[in-house]
């Protein structure tokens, strides 16, 4: 199960995280939200961060942007939240071939999900968010869970959306996802993340994959 904890602004934050045991690390790289960090500043962090993974979250950025972000950044993956095409992948694909894409989904009905095989050719892996009128993402909004226990996309998925260290166990005995991505169930405010509930969120995970391993 890979943890995902997204939107960090700080390098302290960002070191204290990675060796906590998250897997990957996520930096918004979308100008209006409140968690947009600079390519320079992702730099400074990245260069001082143990092994891991570390994407950019963008939407709807030209590709040339994502290019130099990338490389700027130092980063090993892009996370795309907007409305980006199947060929924008494709794109995105080809111009950064060893770059692990990730394409969000943000569900507004559960007919939304038919739309990822369409995408499943061009991308690594998928991530399903609640879909908001307002905002592209760090909502706190959940998905419904129940109604995605049929979801068996033919790539690996991240469920995010409103995820938080007291509501992770439920969803992970509903849902088997290969990762859960996290940014405002884990922060005091947009980019300053709480370590103490980063703490207790890898607590509940350890908790909810041994009690499924169990049965
Ligand atoms: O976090 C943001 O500000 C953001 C802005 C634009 C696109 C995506 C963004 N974050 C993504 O939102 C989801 C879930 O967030 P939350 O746990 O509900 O707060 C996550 O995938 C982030 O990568």
């Known amino acids: 199960m890979r943890v995902k904890i997204c939107g960090l602004t700080q390098m302290d934050q960002a070191i204290a995280i990675s060796t906590m045991g998250a897997s990957v690390l996520g930096f918004i790289c979308v100008k209006q939200s409140p968690r947009y960090i600079a390519p320079e500043t992702i730099s400074t962090i990245t260069e001082a961060l143990p ?119 439920q969803a992970l005995s509903l849902l088997s996802p290969d990762g859960i991505d996290l940014s405002s169930g884990v922060e005091n405010t947009p980019g300053d993340k709480n370590l103490d509930k980063v703490a207790q969120l890898l607590r509940n995970v350890k908790i909810a994959t041994a009690s499924k391993s169990a049965k």
């Open 51 to 169: 092994p891991i993974d570390c994407f950019g979250v963008f939407a709807n950025a030209a590709l040339a942007k994502i290019q130099h972000t990338v490389v700027t950044g130092k980063l090993s993956g892009v996370q795309l939240h907007g409305q980006e095409s199947p060929t924008f992948c494709q794109e995105i694909r080809t111009a950064l071939p060893n770059v692990e894409l990730i394409k969000a989904m943000r569900i507004r009905q559960l007919q939304d999900l038919s739309q990822v095989q369409d995408y499943a050719p061009y991308v690594d892996t998928f991530l399903l968010d609640a879909y908001h009128p307002k905002q592209l993402g760090g909502t706190g909004h959940t998905l419904d869970w129940k109604a995605l226990q049929t979801f068996r996309p033919e790539k690996p998925w991240f469920l995010a959306g409103g995820l938080r260290p007291d509501n992770i166990k």
